[in-house]
């Protein structure tokens, strides 16, 4: 429900608990007071300057690769259902 | 921007969209509701509503915190704001959301209440400790994503002793929601075939807390991600549970969403809040169990028992659909309103404010809009 | 600079504040005006000291626009409220196709501000009005008291004349005529809201804050039919589309994939739930011209270094409700409305 | 007025107030300046509606001039800030002995501002205008938020066109000649003071806030030979003579019992501790033409309703040293220095 | 306007200034003390000098409220305006006066304390009654005229209950301050013939506590109007009492200075203030029982007592000869500074500032005060 | 020392101890609170918004009668003395 965007730890205050973020050549400080061990390198949600909670990479990919296969086995049917009209 | 650029991806969403087409049974509906604003601003921003077939719908929710919040409760914040001359500080979504005597935030603010929009709670607390002479008081609104940055300020700020911060809380819990809409789904109500389940609520709260709703009301679930493909991807797993007769909690948003959920945040929301027994719902009533007041033991950060305030009755809006659309039994176009007195300057409703609001999602991105144009359903 | 008799001791500018008394018509004002005003903005024009500037422009029709700016903070990567005063109204003049003149400028003070602030934003006027040729020949200054302004408001005023033969304004879109833009959007905004303090980020990204009349000369030389330019300030892109398809009664189909916007403004963007579209900008113009001289237009600009980044972006079509619409990267399409409200930083 | 598709409900012009969206570039702002600004400035230039106004001057040479206004109270005896705002203007660009041609005009509002005092304030500016034959053909609005300030900044810029043969500017007054004032001085600064309610004064005097380029005008006809013309404003006469004598490099001397000032001016200065000579005027103006021609300068000015108390009050005498000096109603001589601070009710 | 314009009158005037000319004996030197700056002023403004023989010159005295007001003091407003953020009231008079370090109430005020300038102390009741929430201070200086209305605002601020008001008292005493500049006149000090005596202090004081000047300094004095007429009436009075060798108070003002004074003011004064034993004027240094506090029943409304502040040490702006011209003993074309360094617009002395100055006088209405003509004494 | 100006009390609000004073045209609103029994018609000083004393017309009258006087003894020598120069 809520606008969050995934961005990469580039450094980490362990005495505040504030880490710089970074999403496409912008960077941005975030507390990290809601995310449990979260490490350099690591990407995590951002939410009203907060980390919500960290991503997972492997899943992402998983995620993608299912999307595609998915996508695959209708690869034929594609340009005739391209543009399905839906109720525009 | 990794894992965002990928998942906009043009021609996947179009082999998606084939799979769909593919797959949906023509002689079914798939009316499938999104509950989070969040995604129907996707839906529409992405236009992915115009890459379904003709019998798949997609049925905006009252996953927006901003369009469920009562009128009421904006009128005490901004008596709050006049009466106790206290600094009242908010996320921007609310400035212009419709209060009583058509006032809203920013118009109180241009007659002189001190109201300043915030980014983050963590400028609360540098608010607080910068003008130690002002009462601040967070208008803390959101569902359960929102809901931990709150309990991080609240407790910094009895850390730190700042006796000058009180948080006026309107916190609401999202499976209490879910299951008024199901329990009044059906033939008199909102056709449901099928939930997209919140993306960003659910890295929070985990998986688990949907479990009832296959159970109890024998409707599929797929947690989804904001991004399009995600929606998509969402829809065609819960085309596929339909078809193949299957009712599951299923979680398309693995990369962000657990079973469990974020433990940490779950404590602190623990610590610092209770439930409250019952909580008035925009559209949908007094829902039991269905928001957070502060716990006991942060009683005196609480903003109502702080500045107690006096509003009169409140009268929504006459023609205004949101209740009404909120359920999801209806649509923007089908409110007189919608475009001819009501627009995003002059809302006469939250949804038409808030952007993940149907009524404002019709707008801006709608194709059609003028009277004319209305009848049709974009 | 010998000592002027009236004043015997000079203006502190390194730890003087502006006061009423800067205001009043005084000698206090007087010396602001001669020490810091015309010390940076000297020229002939300026110095006869009147209350108003006489000139002999060259005959042909003219333009005058005015704009004032309220800017905050007052510096900002990539310029100050000194430069975008003179690159605002220069911009404003041109965008009738013209040669800008001369230019106006009338301060606002709040008590209290430091006068080396002054200096460093009239010296940076200077300097903008000097690399475009356009001399601030008269000015104003009036002092309002603390808690009655911010800092300082700056209106600029320019006059320019118009070449013959151009005839460009916003009700001139037809359907059939292109959509270019002159470069990446979304910079100035972005710039300004990275310093603002409580949004907290940092971006590379600076105000592309720059004049524009340059430019333009070298597109009127090119495409004498061009039909509307403007500047897509305020409101950014999305809300000066808007306005040009409501004064031309038409409607308007652009592509997302085809406008430019750098990766940082996108990032800072989704970071604070805004869309670059609405983003102001104040270096950049949209153009529009006959479909079939797109190419020579876009030839032309990409050829000046304002206009490097050049691109087409959609195209003028007949529309009675004058929507504009955007083929979205995704593949949809999606109305792109006016600006509603304030563009603020969401949550939701 | 049929209502615009924009815009499906009217602007609240009753209970109304500005807010920030209506400086925010969208469709709020659109409205605003449509349905009150538009609708009161109407003419054909503004109906363009682009971010500037082209037309086409007279030949000759051309004069601009800007002034800001941030008077309080908004509202006085004579008049208002829009009013003031296109007399002031029309008045610096008479000055150079020109005939105004267009105005401009940028709004700084503060956010909730009454949308009413808004549109009381642009009616009175228009009627201004029309009465002047002097229209208001582009604009700006720019909305700033509450506490940074105060009610409404207007800036007007103008231009207009100056006969041949006129040859009008501060450094030309020369020894011998004679110094005029068009009528009583130190209306408009009472009327203003009148208003400031810890000073609770009445008076029926109003502020003389009126376009003088009338008046120029016949008296550039009548005596072409004027050296120069300026507006008392800011500083009264006192200070506006010794900018002249300051610029001309010269002396004056003028003559207490020859300047007019109503009862009621002096009685209020008497009781405030002000001296008239300080106090600003908003219709009046000062020539210097050559001594010879005084009296038909002065005859001709006493012909125009906005010189029937027209008064020769000195000369312009050689001093290196550019005082302005006066003989006083009681038989001595005195300096008039410039305006020193602010001219500030004393109480001793 | 009765009461003025008769006494402003040219040709009248000219014949008292002929008088003058034909009654003084161009073999003494009439030496006269104008110990009000209302007289400086209105000498300059009128040019009254220009109309006396040029044995018969004017001195100015240390009549200015403003004008000795010690650097201290208006240090002291300042420091309460920012370490106390409290709400500063001052006659518009102080506003550009000298404080340590280059500052101002007008400095102060711009750099963001909050100073207003009223015109009466109805003004700063109004702003206590307006602003609750504000301590308001009102900065009171002046002589025995000035001081009834300060005497009115604290019994009005007793008797509302306005507990957000109080007064920093700097007013002074009239008579202490004439008998140090007689007690020090002679060879070493200044030269004086005779003293025009105050005309509004005179009002509320009557003409009574004159008489100590004739009687112990063998001075005469003429209490004196502040239109020229009256000054140059008094003037021709003072010059026939030392030419028939009398030495007497007389009371040239008798259409406003009767005996006894304005009895109803002076007892309004007894009953809020009381005589402080010593305080420091500019120029004069510490002058026994010359200066007014607060009397003990009203303490509580002392400013001083309210918001103590600390000041560093005063450092006199170096060169400036304030102190000197405030005694008598020099004028300000002797100051170097004077026209230079220090003008209107930046003073480096009170005389600079207050319209009653010396150094203002000579540099507003003098006729010569460029570098190659200071040698003039106007 | 201090600017105050004579002026007519046109009107007393004895409740508030206000009164209007008129001077040449001008209207304002002073305090009365430091005089005993002013009228209406009777002539008063202003000072910073309180009315000092009454002004005594008998007395201007003489002072002025008196200065009359003490000029006409002179006007004889006025025309040679009328400038006599100062310190100028
Ligand atoms: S269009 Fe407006 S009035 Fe109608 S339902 Fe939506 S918000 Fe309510
Ligand atoms: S001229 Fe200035 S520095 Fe000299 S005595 Fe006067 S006030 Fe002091
Ligand atoms: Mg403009
Ligand atoms: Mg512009
Ligand atoms: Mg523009
Ligand atoms: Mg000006
Ligand atoms: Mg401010
Ligand atoms: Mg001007
Ligand atoms: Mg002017
Ligand atoms: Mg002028
Ligand atoms: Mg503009
Ligand atoms: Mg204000």
Known sequence: ???????????????????????????????????????????????????????????AEKTLALIREMGLLEEEATHNAATPGGEA | MKYVDEFRDQKLARQLASAIAAEADPARQYRLMEFCGGHTHAIFRYGVQHLMPPNLRFIHGPGCPVCVLPMARIDQAIAMALEHEVTLCTYGDLMRVPASGRRSLLKAKADGADIRMIYSTLDVLRIAREEPDRQVVFFAIGFETTTPPTAVAIKAARAEGLTNLSVFCNHVLTPSALRTILATAGPDGVQLDGILGPSHVSTLIGSKPYAFVPEEFQTPVVIAGFEPLDVMQATLMLVRQLNEGRCEVENQYTRAVTEAGNLKAQAL??????????????????????????????????????????????????????????????????????GSVCTPENPMGSCMVSSEGACAAYWSYGRHRAPAAQAETV | MTQDRRFPVRLDLKQGTVDMSHGSGGRAMAQLIAELFHRHLDNALLAQGNDQALFSPPPGRMVMSTDGHVISPLFFPGGDIGSLAVHGTLNDVAMAGARPLYLAAAFILEEGFPLADLARIVASMASAANQACVPVVTGDTKVVE????????????????????????????????????????????????????????????????????????????????IHCLRDPTRGGLA????????????????????????????????????????????????????????????????????????AIIGAVVEDELRFVQMETRFGGSRIVDWLAGEQLPRIC
Chains 1, 6 share one sequence.
């Open chain 3, 239 to 310: 809300t000066t589309l808007n306005e040009i398809a409501h004064q031309s009664g038409v409607g308007m189909q652009i592509r997302e994939e085809a406008i430019p916007v750098r990766p940082e403004v996108t990032a800072a963007c989704e970071l604070l739930g805004l869309d670059p579209l609405y983003v102001a900008n104040e270096g950049k113009l949209i153009a529009i011209c006959p479909g079939e001289r797109a190419e020579d237009l876009l030839t032309a600009m990409r050829m000046h270094p304002r206009g490097e980044d050049a």
């Open chain 1, 1 to 59: 429900m809520c606008l969050a965007i995934p961005a990469r730890i580039v450094e980490i205050d362990a005495a505040t608990d504030i880490a710089q973020v970074s999403l496409g050549g912008v960077r941005k400080e975030v507390s990290l007071a809601l995310v449990n061990d979260a490490r350099v390198g690591d990407y995590v949600l951002i939410h009203v300057g907060y980390a919500l909670n960290k991503l997972s990479e492997e899943e």
């Open chain 2, 269 to 338: 929301m623990a610590e610092v809040f209770q439930t409250r027994d019952r909580f008035e719902w925009r559209g949908l009533g007094f829902l039991p169990e269905s928001a957070l007041a502060l716990a006991d033991d942060y009683a005196d950060l609480d903003a109502e028992q702080r500045f107690p305030v006096e509003i009169g009755e409140v009268k929504e809006v006459k023609g205004c659909e949101c209740p009404a659309i909120l359920r999801g039994v209806k649509q923007p176009t089908d409110c007189k309103l919608f």
């Open chain 3, 146 to 225: 603390r808690g009655k302004g911010d800092g300082v408001f700056i209106t600029t005023t320019g006059v320019g004349v118009v070449p013959e033969g151009i005839h460009i304004s916003g009700d001139l879109a037809r359907p059939g005529d292109a959509i270019l833009v002159s470069g990446h959007i979304g910079d100035h905004g972005v710039a300004i809201l990275s310093k603002r303090e409580n949004l907290g980020f940092e971006t590379e990204i600076r105000s592309d804050s720059a004049a524009l009349h340059g430019l333009v000369a070298d597109m009127v030389t090119a495409v004498p039919e």
